[in-house]
């Protein structure tokens, strides 16, 4: 992927299991967050967002929630798939009419078949 | 595709040389962005414009210059670069706030 020299968190998982990755952000006042999944030479590709009055938005096989007492946020992946298998991105975003968004590290996601 | 193109894909430069990324967005938005990713670091935010008009420069050295003569078109000017600047350029557009779009990037290469 293009965060490659970075040392990702790896996370690994069988075909069919779920998957759940996990984000801290750093600004109490950032509300409004976002998922994004990139495959190798690709760019980031939107999976799913929440605002801040919220603590957990659905998507298809997709769910975020998010705690924003401990600042953290998690994006849980129903029946992984190989076609899952990128980097992870949660970003947060303290912006005011546009978005200013602050990227994490990212986290690979390996589904093994 | 997610309605945002970037061009070139790819781009060899040398350190003296000058040449200019572009983007272009075709999902009507109001807001474009330039981030970089390179290889030891997060997505880093360069720029945003805001209805053309620059509302963010986050500490860019003067040699990238960025131009937004509409809000569909988004350049990025590059001239004496550094070997360090060798990085994946992302273009990104959003309504307001809204989820950001992200084109395939520009993968520059400083020799």
């Known amino acids: 992927g293009e965060s490659v020299g970075l040392h990702l968190p790896t996370l690994s998982v069988q075909e069919g299991d779920n998957s759940i990755i996990n984000c801290a952000y750093s600004?109490?006042?950032?509300?409004?967050f976002i998922w994004y999944k990139q495959e190798s030479g690709k760019g980031p590709q939107f999976i799913i967002d929440i605002r801040s009055n919220m603590d957990k938005r659905q998507g298809q096989r997709v769910t975020v929630l998010l705690n924003k007492t401990v600042k953290h946020l998690s994006l849980q992946i129903a029946a992984t798939q190989p076609g899952d298998s990128a980097v992870y991105f949660c970003?947060?975003?303290?912006?005011?009419?546009?978005?200013?968004?602050?990227f994490g590290t990212g986290t690979l996601l390996a589904v093994q078949p | 595709e997610t309605g945002v193109t970037q061009t070139p894909r790819h781009l060899v430069m040398g350190m003296t040389n000058k040449k200019s990324l572009k983007c272009e967005q075709h999902l009507g938005h109001n807001a474009m962005y330039w981030y970089k990713q390179s290889a030891k670091k997060p997505l880093e935010l360069m720029f945003v414009?805001?209805?053309?008009?620059?509302?963010e420069n986050n500490s860019v050295p003067s040699r990238f210059s960025p131009e937004c003569p509409n809000s569909s078109h988004l350049f990025l000017h590059l001239h004496t670069l550094q070997p360090e600047d060798s990085a994946l350029y992302l273009c990104a557009s959003s309504q307001d706030r809204s989820e950001a779009f992200f084109g395939q990037g520009t993968r520059l290469t400083v020799v």
């Open positions: 970003a947060e975003n303290y912006g005011g009419a546009t978005n200013k968004l602050i």
């Open positions: 600004n109490s006042a950032s509300d409004y």
């Open positions: 414009y805001n209805f053309k008009e620059q509302t």
